[in-house]
Structures are given as C-alpha cells and as structure tokens.
Nanobody, 118 residues
C-alpha cells in the first residue's frame, strides 16, 4: 500500500504563491507517475500536473505558465510551486500516485485546502 501526505495549503491573496508538498511512504515501485489534482466545491476533480519517476512532466493548460511540479526522489517528496494564483483555483489539492507496471491503480492523499481570496 502507498500512503501520501500533502502539506503546504492555506490562505493566499490573488496573485500570491504557495508551495505544496507530498511525501510518499509504504510500498512503492520504481516506475511510477505522481501528480497533483484539485477539486473545487461542486466540481469534478481535475488534473493540475504530473511527473513521472523519470522526470517527464505534463501540465494542465491553465497552469503551465505559472506552476512548477518537481520531485525529490531520495526524499520521496513531490512539490508543486504555484505562482500568481487566481481565486478560481481555490480547491482541495490532492496528491496522486500510480505505478506503471506494478500497483497500477490510483492512490490519493487526504488533500490540502488552498484558498485564494482577498
């Protein structure tokens, strides 16, 4: 089993920045994809960004000029640097993990709340 714990959420003004962290523990595999997803009240969960164990990155179009996803494999931690945040990006942000060949299912963290408001 894979356990994911997010941190770094909070209240920020429009145009501000936050950095989210996700630490992985438990049974993990070398070939994997991690990502950040978010879910606003009353809306479906949507992809924000993903990063593979090899470093391949994908961003949602809405965030690719402002957000940066990264991972520190020795620390088993993934990050999301969010800049120039917008009010409509208020959501619970979730960490996701999926093995490519083994553990081929989604594992989710508990989420961390990001509120963008003046």
């Amino acid at each position: 089993q894979v356990q994911l714990v997010e941190s770094g959420g909070g209240l920020v003004q429009p145009g501000g920045s936050l950095r989210l962290s996700c630490t992985v523990s438990g049974i993990i595999v070398a070939d994997n994809v991690m990502g950040w997803y978010r879910q606003a009240p009353g809306k479906q969960r949507e992809l924000v960004a993903t990063i593979t164990s090899g470093g391949t990155i994908n961003y949602a179009d809405s965030v690719k000029s402002r957000f940066t996803i990264s991972r520190d494999n020795p620390k088993k931690t993934m990050y999301l640097q969010m800049n120039r945040l917008k009010p409509e990006e208020t959501a619970v942000y979730y960490c996701n993990y999926r093995g490519v060949t083994i553990l081929r299912r989604d594992y989710w963290g508990q989420g961390t709340q990001v509120t963008v408001s003046s």
